[in-house]
């Protein structure tokens, strides 16, 4: 089978995939997020969020959509930061898009106290209005094409068993026509043996339509490359360690690494306007997190202030262990928003050709 279906198999099927049946995340879990490591990071995109909705010119009812929202950690940190908002927390209807039952109650109980919400399957259940949209580790877990460059031209690359029953790579017998066409500049001279990485646009293109016809904005947050460029990501992860992704398949979280550039480029043939991608660590810089840092350090004890410490050292450098320069963070936005704390030029880009939202037009586009 293609290498997509066996990571979409992996990871949702009904019965063994491994995000519709157990909670992956934390330190008893195989990996932790961002917003796992200190409540800074929530917090701070709440605050993002409220700046946001400022620039999306108050409205009176926003929809606060998260994809895959994890434990609800991040939502909760982001909720109890906008209450210094109140207008803006008064005009956010929540919404959470999980398809893990597990996770689900989790959520339900981070959020308990802070404010109802709304789950779903899909996104394109969320009740139609303007969205602010939280995307943090989404687009990574998608499934990914893989294409091998053979004498032959390029050829989807498949998972296959060998002689003695075991997981191996393979390739389809025949070249993909007129693949050669669609690759970047950086992929057309490859060698012989070089992987090239593609996903379809269809998860990036719902949030353009939906910001172009309606009006928003999206965050999105993963780690990956600014560049479309060759080079095998598909990987494994089990207790916070890297194993291989065809050994044991649905016991392990199966990802590869988001091509910011082609998000970039589907959002944009959407009409809506990017900003971005930033690394990190400076996103969270530009929005004050050392000096949310040393605000809380300030209120703990020693051991506690050493946590915090080594948390913000976690989320904004790089090496070993740091998030702050492997994750990206870019943002899409109706046309009409020039600018987004954190992440936009000083200069503002040129908008898009795309109509400003018609609330009566909207209630009939798809989502």
Known sequence: ??????????????????????????????????????????????????????????????????????????????????????????????????????????????LANRKGATWHNRFETVPK?????FANEYFDVLPIHQMVRKPTGWHERTVELDANGKLIYGAMPEPT??????????????????????????????????LRSQGGVALI????????????????????????????????????????????????DMGVRTHGPIEQGSFLKRLGIETRAVSLMGKSPPDVSASIASALKRLTEGGRGGMGSLFKVMAISHPSIATLAGISDDTPQPAPKAKAP?????????V
């Open 1 to 110: 089978m293609p290498v997509w279906r066996y990571m979409e198999l992996c990871l949702t099927h009904p019965k063994h995939g491994y995000y519709v049946s157990r909670d992956p995340l934390g330190r008893e879990g195989d990996f932790i997020t961002s917003p796992e490591v200190s409540q800074m990071f929530g917090e701070l995109i709440g605050l993002w969020a409220a700046a946001a909705w400022n620039a999306m010119g108050t409205p009176m009812q926003v929809n606060l959509i998260e994809l895959g929202p994890g434990n609800g950690t991040m939502m909760s940190d982001a909720l109890r930061a906008i209450r210094v908002l109140p207008p803006f927390f008064e005009a956010a209807d929540i919404h959470l898009v999980e398809i893990n039952p597990v996770l689900r109650e989790k959520q339900k109980k981070a």
């Open 129 to 133: 209005g303007p969205a602010i949209i």
């Open 177 to 210: 026509p007129q693949f050669e066409v669609l690759l970047p500049p950086l992929v057309r001279a490859a060698p012989e043996g070089a992987v090239f990485e593609w996903r379809p646009d269809t998860e990036i293109m719902k949030l353009g339509r939906r």
């Open 221 to 268: 947050i993963d780690y990956g490359h600014v560049r479309s460029d060759a080079g095998d990501t598909f990987q494994a992860i089990a207790r916070h360690s890297f194993t291989d992704p065809l050994k044991a398949p649905g016991t392990a979280d199966v990802t590869a690494h988001v091509d910011f550039q082609a998000l970039m480029r589907a959002a944009e």
């Open 358 to 366: 018609n609330p009566q037009q909207a209630a009939s586009d798809d």
